[in-house]
């Protein structure tokens, strides 16, 4: 890789530039935005960790990045020592390490250095490389941030480093859809009250006429938050009102484009993921699933890794009450990460999900972002997130910390609503369309008030 391609996408190096002409370059399209997601402190820059940044592509992580390098420009910290690399720039780990070796060279001088690499799954073993000059060169002295979308080849990398990740707590970060409360906050809603599931569970009628006028207020937007979804660069599109045609081709080629990409087939990944999405809050097993679509077993999990490994979908699984451990040889359910995926695939597919689907489909995803602690691991065996049925079929969409959490999402809720959680569990959450009530075990609770008031863990 010439020294020229990499001085391209580094003008920082540049000593005649204006810093602050280029921080606003760098954050321009952000400062633009309607929709400002806060990436502000996502990473301890005074540390020398080695962080690595997960998430779908198109999700913010190159946003995040153009942040925190604006964020140390800011700091005076001397252009030179910051370097950029677009990892589909770099044919190889033994290129990735020739270019890490020249710019150590070039940046010698400084005791510290901070290097950000893009999508760094796309450089096949690139942990050889940065393992070796991590342990013997000045790297070790250097913060470094590794983004990628494919969890599981992030992880197998980072895997390897053990000792290696710096003195950080959490050196593994994902990005994620944003949650409704996230998007209620950015939008402008502040000191919205906060509880746990616990806490929830323990409300009576006094909290009646504080939540019916916060729900008044923010059911419109909720049903805007339904059919944009949580993906930062759809959000602004929504709201900006424009075309979305090019987003679902992108975000089609992604999905494509990360199966092709570990050796899979966009054929079969048609066949299956059209017949998850037609079932999608359904109780399901690969046997099945395979019988359906005329593989075997073993291929629609592999398919089913590497679609849940790119956060494009999420498995949960039967969750036991009584050992609080998943139960992985039971029936599963699929989902998508987020609902602007059901329109891509609605477009592409001509396969479309209910709303009441699509807001089991958002419970789950929020109860995950909040309960889940490996998610940078991806999510296909989920562990703190999952569902409950009996033996004779009675079902609970969720099970958190053993709180059953049942998704009626229709204008008219009945007592037989809330019988299998009363018969199994005594106490839960029913998760309604309009209906609170707070006066009995089971609390009828609208979804949009449940997310906007739900904390995290």
């Not at 950000?116 to 470094?144: C, H, P």
């Not at 599963?332 to 807001?359: A, C, H, M, R």
């Not at 019988?419 to 309009?434: E, Q, R, S």
């Amino acid at each position: 890789m010439p020294i020229s391609e990499i001085i391209m996408y580094n003008p920082w190096w540049n000593s005649s530039i204006n810093m602050d002409t280029l921080v606003k370059k760098l954050t321009e399209q952000y400062e633009n935005a309607r929709f400002k997601r806060d990436y502000s402190n996502l990473f301890d820059l005074s540390s020398n960790a080695l962080y690595t940044l997960r998430g779908m592509r198109q999700i913010g992580k190159s946003t995040a990045i153009k942040i925190t390098i604006a964020e140390l420009l800011k700091k005076n910290v001397p252009g030179k020592s910051i370097m950029f690399l677009p990892s589909d720039t770099v044919a190889d780990f033994k290129e990735l390490k020739e270019v890490l070796l020249e710019y150590l060279n070039y940046a010698r001088e400084y005791k510290k250095r901070y290097i950000f690499i893009d999508e760094i799954s796309y450089v096949k073993g690139w942990q050889r490389a940065i393992k070796e000059l991590r342990d013997n060169t000045i790297l070790r002295n250097d913060l470094m941030i590794l983004s990628g979308s494919s969890a599981l080849d992030i992880k197998r990398g980072a895997e390897r480093m053990p000792g290696r990740r710096g003195n950080v707590v959490e050196p593994d970060k994902v990005l994620l859809p944003v949650t409704f409360r996230e998007y209620l906050e950015i939008i402008g809603f502040k000191s919205l009250p906060l509880f746990s599931l616990d806490e929830l569970l323990t409300l009576n009628e006094k909290y009646t006429f504080d939540f019916k006028i916060l729900e008044n207020e923010i059911n419109p937007i909720f049903d805007r938050f339904l059919l944009s979804g949580g993906i930062p660069v759809v959000v602004e599109k929504t709201i900006q009102e424009e075309s979305l045609e090019q987003l679902v081709n992108v975000f089609w080629d992604i999905m494509v484009g990360d199966i092709e990409k570990v050796g899979l087939n966009r054929i079969t990944l048609r066949k299956i993921i059209k017949y998850l999405v037609g079932r999608i809050g359904s109780r399901l097993s690969w046997n099945s699933v395979g019988s359906e679509v005329e593989l075997d077993t073993k291929t629609v999990q592999r398919y089913l890794e590497a679609i849940t490994s790119n956060y494009l979908g999420f498995v949960i699984h039967f969750l036991d009450k009584n050992k609080h451990t998943i139960k992985p040889l039971k029936q599963k359910k699929f989902y998508l990460w987020d609902s602007f995926l059901n329109t891509v695939i609605q477009e592409k597919l001509g396969v479309s999900t209910k709303i009441p689907e699509l807001i089991e489909q958002l419970v789950g995803k929020e109860l995950l972002i909040r309960y889940e602690n490996n998610l940078s691991e991806g999510s296909y065996m989920l562990e703190n997130v999952g569902f409950w049925y009996s033996q004779t079929g009675n079902e609970v969409d969720y099970l958190v910390k053993n709180i059953p959490i049942e998704v009626k999402y229709k204008n008219n809720i009945s007592k037989g609503d809330a019988v299998t959680i009363t018969k199994a569990f005594g106490k839960g959450i029913l998760l309604t369309k309009k209906t609170l009530d707070l006066s009995s075990p089971v609390k009828r609770i609208p979804v949009s008030l449940f997310l906007a008031v739900l904390s995290v863990g």
